[in-house]
């Protein structure tokens, strides 16, 4: 059962807020990690774990284990991987043409088939309740369209079984909000993340499609082709969104966006 | 320049030895490391990393690193690698159609660019002379002339580059050694292994075509897929190969092979 998606960031500020902003969004991740109570488990789509240009990655792991730190925060985590959850999914998209690999690691089961776990998982997984993960990573060089299929294709295999499930898309946005910042500045930066925010806010990821691929490039968002599997899940699909955060502490914008199913 | 290749087991008993086969063994490992302190860096396969059935994987992260850990030996890790001549062997098996994806992990440039480093990388390499290295992973889903194929792109790209080159080929061989072990026993392990060896030892990789993929399939090895690579990495040139050892200590056969290019 397909029981609600969200929209987390990954940005390590959300570990430790220091300014009202951040500690409101902050705040937004625990609010939905509490909303997820009654999950058995998450879809996770990240873009800092495996990063393929042309193919989804779909983690075929039996674990997942990892830690990150931040200052005198370190978040460590194993979890399980649903790996029947994630061959349907695999599968259903190879069936449709949808370029996408099924990735182990180590041994092809067992202990030893365990991928490491990213700073993109670690930190949403950490607002969360523990709970058995499937981890997909989106891919830049492929048609929108192929991702909002790849998003179908989500929505449909988990709304078919038994288990809640959440959605969970980790997603930084424009990355080039400061002049001495790594990507520099481009005032798409602001105009993105505006944009993106407003989209979540009114539940209308259709218009994802009317932005821009210049003013993307220029943004340097974290978030874009995450957010085009969002829309592919909750395509036919009646919601509400509730929870949406905004804070831009430093060089690069996060966002919160929890979607409740009807 | 390509300098040399390796076949080398990365099973534990070759950290700490404890019958004369596999001390022979783990001496001859240490051999082909002291043969190898002129080159520049290595290219290396392994079947313990990233594993996809279809599609072979070129690593395109900046840097490597893992642990190990067996009884009482810890093996950490940290390795750049080169990007660029990977970039150039992804590039070129793409071109030739060739099922291939580049993956990078984490962040897509600097020191978070990182791919987590598995046994299969880390106990060969620990006997090597510390380079940087390019990582690739085999695939077992995709026709046998592809895998040799590839070997040829190796080939043909580390015979362009200026840099000393050795293609070290990580594989254990036959898992089906013993009646009580992981899986079980077929008395093709045996067959393999002594093939496999055999057709090392004496230079004809062509033979490789030759297994039945029924006596594969029983045998069960780590290594088949690996050295369909090396045989194509080494089509067309002259060679000789030294420092041919075998050892059993366990379920799994493991050998070593030095291959000197002329």
């Known amino acids: 059962m397909f029981y609600a998606a969200a929209v987390m960031p990954h940005g390590d500020e959300v570990l430790s807020p220091q300014d009202p902003d951040t500690m409101s ?3 937004a991740m625990k609010k939905i990690g ?3 109570e009654n999950v058995h488990e998450y879809v996770i789509v990240t873009p800092h774990n495996i990063r393929i240009w042309d193919h989804i990655g779909v983690i075929l792991t ?3 284990e990892g830690k990150w730190e931040f200052g005198d925060v370190e978040i460590a985590g194993k979890y399980r991987c649903d790996k029947d959850l994630a061959v349907q999914i695999y599968q259903e998209a190879k069936n449709r043409n949808i370029p996408v690999v099924g990735i182990n690691y180590g041994a092809l089961e067992g202990p030893l088939s365990k991928i490491q776990l990213d700073w993109g998982t670690l930190i949403p997984l950490h607002f969360l309740p523990r709970r058995d993960i ?3 990573t989106p891919a830049r060089g492929i048609p929108r369209e192929t991702l909002v299929e790849f998003g179908r294709v989500i929505g449909e295999i988990i709304s078919k079984g038994e288990n809640r499930v959440a959605l969970i898309i980790s997603a930084d946005h424009a990355h080039a909000h400061l002049p001495d910042g790594p990507y520099g500045y481009a005032p798409e930066a602001k105009e993105y993340d505006h944009m993106v925010m407003d989209i979540l806010k009114k539940g209308s990821l259709d218009r994802l499609f009317s932005i ?3 003013l993307i490039e220029k943004a340097k968002p974290d978030s874009y082709w995450q ?3 969002l829309y592919g899940a909750l395509l036919g699909r ?3 969104v509730e929870n949406c955060r905004y804070a831009r502490p430093t060089y690069f914008g996060m966002g919160t966006a929890f979607i ?3």
């Open 238 to 240: 009646r919601y509400s």
């Open 34 to 36: 509490a909303s997820l």
């Open 227 to 229: 957010l085009l599997m």
């Open 25 to 27: 969004l902050s705040s």
């Open 62 to 64: 039996e674990y997942a």
């Open 260 to 262: 409740k199913l009807k």
């Open 134 to 136: 499937v981890l997909i």
């Open 212 to 214: 821009p691929p210049e």
